[in-house]
T-cell receptor, first 117, second 113 residues
Framework: SAVISQKPSRDICQRGTSLTIQCQVDSQVTMMFWYRQQPGQSLTLIATANQGSEATYESGFVIDKFPISRPNLTFSTLTVSNMSPEDSSIYLC??????????????FGPGTRLTVL | GQQLNQSPQSMFIQEGEDVSMNCTSSSIFNTWLWYKQDPGEGPVLLIA?????ELTSNGRLTAQFGITRKDSFLNISASIPSDVGIYFCAGQLGVQGAQKLVFGQGTRLTINP
């Protein structure tokens, strides 16, 4: 399985500022994803980070608010822009580890706990 | 969009008891995954199921992919304190290539000493 690290592990930010979260995978992976987990809630997919092209965003999430980069097959960043207290959440990166032609399993990083004041 | 209904939402059991939780969906999934999340950590993959009817074990954990492809269950036998955490089911639609996951609401497991 892929080993995934995220930086920072946590941060406290002021409203109106932006934070960029980094995700590093220890091996090349087919695809990477960004999720949000609000306190006490389940995981919600923000977007699929596509290598070499624009990310694919889920309903309710837009590029201006959550710009994503994926410059290569092991690294991605998520920026939370113009933050408000409602953005306080855990942000999780995941990577798909291709085991066979059609089957994939997703592994998660430890998450970035963001608090916006 | 797709939704997964996971139950129960929480469980309070004695150490040594068996645990059972399940997920149902109105949609068909091609893959079912079960994750465990400890406080301050990301979800850890426990079991992946790829075929309808498949029954898979991982130590004390057993999971099954429902024959209709719309449900899955996870059983934990002889629970121990380190089983405490939140368990999530997740369904994946994709066949080829990595596809996004839809998560259940989670089952919070608490073990009384």
């Amino acid at each position: 399985s892929a080993v995934i690290s995220q930086k920072p592990s946590r941060d406290i930010c002021q409203r109106g500022t932006s934070l960029t979260i980094q995700c590093q995978v220890d091996s090349q992976v087919t695809m990477m994803f960004w999720y949000r987990q609000q306190p006490g809630q389940s995981l919600t997919l923000i977007a699929t980070a596509n290598q070499g092209s624009e990310a694919t965003y889920e309903s309710g999430f837009v590029i201006d608010k959550f710009p994503i980069s994926r410059p290569n097959l092991t690294f991605s960043t998520l920026t939370v822009s113009n933050m408000s207290p409602e953005d306080s959440s855990i942000y999780l990166c995941s990577a798909a580890d291709r085991r066979a032609d059609i089957y994939n399993e997703q592994f998660f990083g430890p998450g970035t706990r963001l608090t916006v004041l | 969009g797709q939704q997964l209904n996971q139950s129960p939402q929480s469980m309070f059991i004695q150490e040594g008891e068996d645990v059972s939780m399940n997920c149902t969906s109105s949609s068909i999934f091609n893959t079912w995954l079960w994750y465990k999340q400890d406080p301050g950590e990301g979800p850890v993959l426990l079991i992946a199921l790829y075929k309808a009817g498949e029954l898979t074990s991982n130590g004390r954990l057993t999971a099954q992919f429902g024959i209709t492809r719309k449900d899955s269950f996870l059983n934990i036998s002889a629970s121990i304190p380190s089983d405490v955490g939140i368990y999530f089911c997740a369904g994946q639609l994709g066949v080829q290539g990595a596809q996004k996951l839809v998560f259940g609401q989670g089952t919070r497991l608490t073990i009384n000493p």
